[in-house]
């Protein structure tokens, strides 16, 4: 398909375990964005990948979480040690450049027990 | 501190009428609005943009109009339909922020037949 795809849809983990989320952007889209939702909040931002430059890390919660993108294509969110604060769903856009609108993934429900 | 507010957490219209959907902001550096449909279980989808040298953008049903001195945008749509059902989120960015979104909290629209 031709639309943002996040894996897994859902994860449900152990609190204190580490947790990897994938994103693959649309072709050609040269941001991208993770965002998380927490239950009736509205879409938090988390960071922000433009083309080969630095990512805009201002939105990570705590050292926790890590992100990287490979190739400027694929992107990995990863939480470790989570904490059961850290459940929500995580949302992942990409967008073709500076104003232009952000295309959303479907996201992954995570649940820490 | 919210810098964007959805101030009607719901919204009840019939179908075939007009229904008004309402966003206030605080950061007068804001230059880029957009909406965005939610359903349950899935990524918001984009909708409608405008940026801060337009007062008004209309694409088909949806309308968006923007009031600069009072910092608040709002989106028609009209004629209101049961599919319109969702869940509405406006966001707002500026280049400062490199593009991420800051994103209300929502307002639950429902279309009654």
């Known amino acids: 398909g031709a639309g943002v795809s996040q894996s897994p849809s859902n994860k449900v983990t152990e609190k204190g375990k580490d947790v990897e989320l994938r994103c693959d952007p649309i072709?050609?889209?040269?941001?991208l964005y993770w965002y998380r939702q927490s239950l009736g909040q509205g879409l938090e931002f988390l960071i922000y990948f433009q083309g080969n430059s630095a990512p805009d890390k201002s939105g990570l919660p705590s050292d926790r979480f890590s992100a990287e993108r490979t190739g400027g294509s694929v992107s990995t969110l990863t939480i470790q040690r989570t904490q059961q604060e850290d459940s929500a769903v995580y949302l992942c856009a990409s967008s073709p450049g500076y104003y232009q609108p952000q295309h959303f993934g479907d996201g992954t429900r995570l649940s820490i027990l | 501190d919210q810098q964007v507010k959805q101030n009607s957490p719901s919204l009840s219209v019939q179908e075939g009428r007009i229904s008004i959907l309402n966003c206030d902001y605080t950061?007068?550096?804001?230059?880029?609005f957009l909406w965005y449909k939610k359903y349950p279980a899935e990524g918001p989808t984009f909708l409608i943009s405008?940026?801060?040298?337009?007062d008004k953008n209309e694409d088909g049903r949806f309308t968006v109009f923007l009031n600069k001195s009072a910092k608040h945008l709002s989106l028609h749509i009209v004629p209101s339909q049961p599919g319109d059902s969702a869940v509405y989120f406006c966001?707002?960015?500026?280049?400062?922020?490199?593009?991420?979104?800051?994103f209300g909290k929502g307002t639950k629209l429902s279309v009654k037949p």
């Open positions: 950061n007068s550096m804001f230059d880029y």
């Open positions: 072709s050609g889209h040269t941001a």
């Open positions: 966001a707002s960015s500026y280049g400062g922020s490199q593009g991420n979104l800051i």
């Open positions: 405008i940026s801060s040298i337009k």
